[in-house]
């Protein structure tokens, strides 16, 4: 690594939004990166909890209650510990901002005022923000918070992509991807030996947001019969017959797992597992999502709908209206056991070279406003949040999965195969 010198004096680190396997990997080797640079490196606690409610005589930052100080004591050895060193938590400075003007609106831009005059506070010169897209739309808009309100001392910002869902546009995989799929995947083999054993079937229904990655992953490395993700949804409307409008009918969702039933009962095959993904819940009419709670991204809480367990209420229900044989039919959700698994090797190696990227990005090229990624054969490259953030709505897009991609063709390829496309 080339030696710079650098303005950068102090540098803080967080983490928000959900766990995932390998995060100390990142947070360790980002700071290790730093310390050896001579540049101190602070650890904040639980995200933007702390920074968001700043107020130098009533709520100053403490060190060892609001952040602490990651020395050689605290990183050497942490990269392949599970969990999250310095917490984590859902706080947004920037849950008023919809808009660039709402930047201008004293009121709506307060929490990332007290952000920044947060971070100033500790002499922080660049923030380093590890987590999902959401935590991604709050850092471009601390970053363009500072733009608009002129600030000379501006604190730089750079963004480590995480999450388990594998649903980032600008990086191909994030770290702990793979760790949750190996995980969840033995799951899946334990459930298929449990339905075997009891003739019977379970509905998994797997963590992963709006997007099918997690659950595809999981299907293809569990061996289950069947993997449904959002993606699939206009393929299997059109299929049934129907006008896909948006929505997912989750009579002919049902109908389609009834048919899967029926045809390895005529191969004498009594038993399976059905991965769907979470994501098909947000996609059902809204009288099914009345109850959800929002986070504070303002996404609705998909586990709160327990489409596995409703999904496999309905398939029983559907065969004794068929008067076909009666099944046993189980619905169950994969994905929090996994967020904090002992992370793969593949993800100690990302998650580390992200970390190192930070430091590449704020010493060596002087970036700010940028998302540290990878490409090939983890080789650092460099996006500006201005090509993953509309810059007219400040928000991202989900990464779907390709339905022509070979990945998706891959699923389809190593599921029950009954002859049909989903």
Known sequence: MAEKKSSIRRVGILFAGGPAPGANAVISSAALAFVKAGIEVIGFLHGYSRLQNFDEEKMPLVEGDAYIVLDFSRIVGARNKRGIMIGSARANPGK??????DLDDPEKAAPLRRTYLGLRSLGVDALISIGGDDTLKTANKLYEYQKHANIEDKVRVVHLPKTIDNDYNGIDFTFGYFTAVNFMAQEIRNLEADARANSAYFIAEC???????LAYGVAMAGEAQLVIGVEDIPDLMKNAGKEYQGFLDIHVL??????????????RQKFGVVVLAEGLAEKLPKDFLESTTLDEHGHISLGDVHLGHLVAKMIMKRL??????????????????????????FDVMLGSCLGV?????????????????????LDHCFVPFSQL???????????YINTDSDFHKLAMLLGDDLGTKI
């Open 96 to 101: 008023m901002i919809n808009c660039p003007e």
């Open 207 to 213: 963590m992963g947001r709006k997007a099918g990655w």
């Open 254 to 267: 049902v109908d389609r797992l009834v048919e899967l039933i029926r045809a390895r009962r005529a191969r």
């Open 320 to 345: 004794e209206e068929l008067n076909l044989p009666k099944v046993k039919v189980n619905g169950v959700q994969l994905g929090y056991e996994a967020r904090c698994a002992s992370p793969h090797a």
């Open 357 to 377: 990227g930070a430091y590449i990005a704020l010493v060596e090229k002087d970036l700010d406003g940028h998302m540290v990624s990878t490409v090939g054969q």
């Open 389 to 399: 953030v509309d810059q007219k709505t400040l928000v991202t897009e989900v990464r």
